[in-house]
């Protein structure tokens, strides 16, 4: 299980003008829904946004510390 403190830094680390916000879906810490707003995201396309984020989690998701993964990325506006 990993906490949602890593991952919100993790995701600051990659994209540093982000704005994370996190819940836990089941209460297990392994079930997550990522809301991530940052400046970083304009003119890319929703795919791109996302591969942001799974790149700054790679970690987390190869070793399914992260189970799922609802994922919602914008740019502010």
């Not at 890593?6 to 297990?28: F, H, M, N, R, Y």
């Not at 070793?63 to 994922?71: K, P, Q, R, T, V």
């Amino acid at each position: 299980m990993v906490k949602l403190d890593q991952i919100k830094a993790a995701i600051s680390g990659a994209i540093p003008d982000a704005a994370v916000e996190i819940e836990d879906l089941t209460g297990g810490g392994d079930h997550l829904q990522v809301n991530v707003v940052s400046p970083a995201f304009n003119g890319l396309s929703r795919i791109q946004q996302h591969q942001l984020v799974y790149g700054a989690l790679k970690q987390e998701l190869a070793s399914e510390a992260i189970h799922a993964l609802a994922l919602q990325t914008s740019s502010p506006v």
